[in-house]
């Protein structure tokens, strides 16, 4: 049986994933640990509260004593890191928080599992590990930068961050990297596009735009809309993690893109339109620092070497995102309320 630490796990993508993993696999133990900052919300895993093989310790990546006990008392074997300020606006206001929980919260991680896993601790020269662990460090495609009009990002490609946000995370990649080639410990780095479904943090643009035309408010669009994205649903890229999980080859990066570019500005007509509302509620506001103008994946490599394909055609996917949100008006509302409205206020208004 796999003990899996899952980090970060009360979280958008995260929680997504706890889900999948306890529904799929109830013979896995999943232990969720999350410092429950703003964007931790334990509503998210209320379905699996209750399940034998799912436990939530509230935690710090960053704290090495409390890592070093999880480790202890639940043996854990395998972890999925998806622990990480996540939003590149609070980057730009807030970088110290975003470089110390991406990086040093990612080292400390490494060198709790090297020293739990294994076979030789006190040898520096030992490449060998106790069977079956693995390191995964669930990254992003913003580490590449920006692309041009055309062309795709690959495996290969160099990191180019042009954000505090996508600095840190590409500053963890590296990380993970040399404690495989140094270290030899067992890992794996994903790196997915804009991901978008259920239990998303109303600051991200899908479900801001949702939230603020059921109330009439502004629609606050960056520069001129024309920013592109590959859109990835939320569900696909659990199914990826999870086959890279099992089947990925150690030491490889695999990226995870849903085949979806579209433009900010075309999402938000696509929810105006769904939803009845009125093109009047678009309000362009002034661009961001450091705003990358198109980012795109090219998935072939984990598609044709481990078989994952998405599942989700964007037309399905938003259709039932815009009809989630609209079903769990409570959930959105005990969420935009208190810091979240005064950090709103700041950036947009």
Known sequence: ??????????????SNFVRHMVTKYPDYTMINIDALTYAGNLENLKAIKNNSNYLFVKADIRDRVKMDEIFSGHDVDVVVNF??????????????????????????????????????????????????????????DEVYGALGKTGMFVETMPLLPNSPYSAAKASADLIVRAYHETFGIPVNITRCSNNYGPFQFPEKLIPLMINNCLKEKDLPVYGDGMQVRDWLHVADHCTAIDIVLHTGVDGEIYNIGGNNEKTNIDIVKLIIQTLGKSETLIKYVRDRPGHDRRYAIDNTKITTQLGWVPAYTFKQGMKETIEWYLSQADWVENIVSGDYMEYYDKMYV
């Open 1 to 14: 049986m796999k003990r899996i630490l899952v980090t970060g796990g009360a979280g958008f993508i995260g």
């Open 83 to 140: 622990a990480a300020e996540s939003h590149v606006d609070r980057s730009i206001v807030e970088p110290e928080v975003f470089l110390t929980t991406n990086i040093l919260g990612t080292q400390v991680l490494l060198d709790t599992a090297k020293k739990h896993w294994s076979v030789c601790p006190n040898d520096k020269y030992c490449r060998e590990y106790k069977p079956g662990v693995k390191y995964l460090q669930i990254s992003t």
